[in-house]
């Protein structure tokens, strides 16, 4: 396996793989027109912590490399085997080595003389600041620690959180890796039912939550979300909820089970002396969409997965512990907010700003304020946000002082290069590198990217593998394909933040990503190489949709659209959308019999879009709800997805010969020229 990537490229002429084909006739095409190249600047790459000879040294011996980067941890027992692959694709790094991931990313900093200097500076989205040292940091996770323990949660448990951004989430989600616990944090806009499934899942002992949070300008409630979830017996692995309070609106009550955090607090002692755990002891469990019905729960665990976050972090960001402020904008739901604003950081010893609120809330500049307010030097952020930040024009910025800013990031989905070249000039001041990083929940870290101070970079191009990570762009038969050509992106080697598996699951993870290309990792992404060998991600190959950086599975929410009495079948694709990349777009068709006296179009949109909001969650509703008649099926009944996002996108449609009933299409469009859309 390890030699994959070294394979001899065969000199034969071949065949276009359908990836191409599927990608060539747009995406290939303009990103082939791109020639803007940027060199990284002398100033930056003199200091910069990542040197050229990282790659050299990597290459050279990748197990050495990893085992160097993990020695960087403070390990209560070394380890001294670092890969263990005989059960491939099941993986264990470090594995005879104890650490515990909070020592590592708290105690060590404070003994280290560090605990004077600030970890969070969190603010909220009314405007109320909150100062964490990393000395306070420590205490209050000690604390959280032992209340937990009084809570009854030990190694192995499972704890759900479910929370705004505030300092109480990244607090929960160390004290429970403290104990050598699990956590599995649901992002706060996920629905009850969606909370549900996962509590379920995991078979979560504690929930922790807060009655609410500040979004768009108002106190948006939390705590009832938690309460249906666990409604009658719906839950019965959960014991308590731990309930912060945050907004101080009213909440209902359940004696016995809920419980105040400050009163969980004040009851707590400040000492805990922290334990080294088995370096594969299970850290946390993260769902995503995948492409079936049912989202995945992705397992990471301790000495791995901390390795690789730390490392990135620290040459990807070129985090400067004693000088920087790092601001990450996602939300700890998702992997990005555990790798780049829990663990990477922290474990860094980094400085870091964390916001509670939207971006507009309350004025349009309140990103930038932000940055200007806290002496900003690093900002790592989704294209979604840049785009929509384009949109609203230069001047909003330009108000405000960005010049602390010496490197920007971008991560969720492919950048386009006109956005890529507006976050340089106008955010950057044309003097930051911007490192735009391809991973994915799965990859636990950072595996394409290019090294500030170090590579070139392209508008539009995550570049090149980290140091230490071998990918590669494959054709149909996995052979990886010359430079100019596109195909699926495959790692051809373990690395230390890999997952581990899909909690209770483990035929799903060999079957998802190991089953397509033999002895490689396939990660669902279509990606080109140019003419340099540089990567250009060109978006999912599979049925999951990518909405503004978020990952959406177009089965889940067909499942949840004929999950109403009025839906006989429904089709849903990712429609291409100038802001958020992705826009989720479904084709439904009705059972009349359900219906009643004939709701008009309009109404029966809104009702389907509440429902999906209702059993998934707000971020999954249909912009687009087009009822029609019938849907474009093959002889074997799969749906032609192809042919409806061709229709979404409002082009000519392409080829339909192998539909079973070929007149199908034709009434869609004529529907549509009726102008029956949402
Ligand atoms: C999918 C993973 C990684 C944290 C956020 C999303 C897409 C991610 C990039 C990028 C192009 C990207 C891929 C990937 N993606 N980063 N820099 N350029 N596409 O995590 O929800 O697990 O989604 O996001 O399609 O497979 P996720």
């Known amino acids: 396996m390890l030699e994959k990537s070294e394979q001899a490229r065969s000199p034969m002429p071949r065949r276009q793989s359908k990836v191409t084909q599927m990608f060539e006739s747009d995406a290939i095409e303009n990103l082939s027109q791109e020639t803007r190249s940027f060199a990284p600047s002398q100033s930056f790459s003199l200091d910069a912590n990542a040197q050229p000879e990282l790659y050299g040294r990597a290459k050279a011996d990748p197990l050495a490399f990893w085992a160097d980067q993990a020695k960087q941890l403070h390990w209560f027992e070394p380890f001294t085997t670092t890969l263990d692959w005989s059960n491939a694709p099941f993986a264990r790094w470090f594995a005879d080595g104890k650490l515990n991931v909070a020592y590592n990313c708290l105690d ?8 004077s200097r600030v970890a969070l500076y969190f603010e909220g989205e009314p405007g109320d600041e909150q100062v964490y040292t990393y000395e306070a940091l420590t205490v209050a996770v000690k604390k959280t620690t032992n209340a937990l323990l009084a809570l009854g949660v030990g190694q192995g448990d499972r704890v ?3 929370m705004p951004q505030i300092p109480e989430a990244i607090i929960s989600m160390l004290a429970v890796a403290r104990i050598g616990a699990i956590h599995s944090v649901v992002f706060g ?3 009850a039912d969606a909370l549900a499934s996962r509590i379920q899942d995991a078979h979560a002992k504690l929930v922790i939550t807060a009655d609410g949070g ?3 300008g108002k106190a948006t409630p939390l705590k009832p979300a938690v309460d249906e979830a666990l409604k009658g ?5 959960v014991e308590k909820v731990l309930v912060v309070q945050r907004t101080g ?15 969980a607090m004040s009851a707590a002692s ?3 002396e922290a334990r080294g755990f088995d370096a594969e002891n299970p850290l946390f469990i993260l769902y995503t969409s995948g492409t079936t019905g049912k989202p995945k729960g992705i397992l990471h665990t301790s000495g791995g997965y901390l390795t690789q976050a730390a490392y990135t972090h620290r040459n990807v960001f070129d985090l400067k512990p004693e000088s920087d402020v790092y601001w990450c904008t996602a939300d700890v739901g998702w992997i990005t907010g555990h790798s780049y604003v829990a663990y990477g950081p922290l474990a860094n010893g980094a400085t870091q700003v964390i916001y509670e609120g939207t971006p507009d809330a309350p004025h349009p500049g309140r990103w930038w304020e932000i940055i200007q307010k806290y002496g900003v030097t690093q900002l790592y952020t989704a294209p979604t946000a840049i785009r929509s930040f384009m949109k609203l024009g230069r001047a909003i910025p330009d108000q405000f002082d960005l010049s602390s800013l010496r490197l920007l990031g971008s991560v969720g989905e492919p950048i386009n290069p006109e956005a890529w070249m507006w976050y340089r000039e106008v955010i950057g001041g044309n003097r930051c590198p911007i490192v735009d990083t391809w991973w994915q929940t799965e990859t636990g870290a950072i595996m394409i990217s290019p090294l500030p101070g170090v590579t070139h970079t392209k508008p539009g191009s995550a570049q090149v593998p980290m140091p230490g990570v071998s990918a590669e762009v494959v054709d149909d038969n996995g052979q990886p ?5 596109g195909g699926y992106l495959t790692i051809t080697t373990p690395w230390p933040s890999m997952l581990r598996g899909i909690w209770g699951d483990p035929e799903r993870f060999v079957d998802t990503y190991w089953s397509r290309f033999e002895g490689q990792y396939f990660a669902g992404d279509g990606a080109k190489k140019d003419a340099d060998g540089d990567i250009w991600l060109l978006g999912r190959v599979d049925d999951v949709m990518n909405v503004s950086g978020h990952r959406l599975s177009t089965t889940e929410i067909e499942s949840a659209l004929v999950s109403h009495h009025w839906v006989a079948e429904a089709a849903v694709v990712g429609a291409k959308d100038e802001i958020t990349g992705q826009a989720v777009v479904a084709f439904v068709i009705l059972r009349q019999d359900e219906l009643g006296d004939a709701p008009e179009d309009a109404e029966i949109s809104q009702a389907l879009r509440a429902h999906v909001a209702k059993e998934i969650g707000p971020i999954a509703k249909p912009q687009q709800i087009l009822v029609v008649s019938d849907l474009p099926k093959t002889r074997s009944g799969k749906i032609m997805r192809r042919l409806l996002r061709d229709v979404a996108e409002d082009r000519p449609i392409g080829d339909a010969t192998t539909l079973a009933d070929s007149s199908v299409m034709g009434a869609i469009g004529a529907k549509l020229a009726g102008g029956a859309t949402d």
């Open 214 to 216: 500040y979004r768009k």
């Open 270 to 272: 400040d000492e805990h």
């Open 233 to 237: 017996d719906n839950c019965p692995s």
């Open 108 to 115: 060590r900093h404070v003994q280290a003389g560090n605990g």
């Open 249 to 263: 609106g009213d909440i209902d009550w359940t004696e016995n089970r809920d419980l105040w955090w400050h009163d």
């Open 160 to 162: 759900a959180l479910y």
């Open 481 to 485: 394909v010359p430079n100019n050509h």
């Open 189 to 191: 806009g996920f629905s």
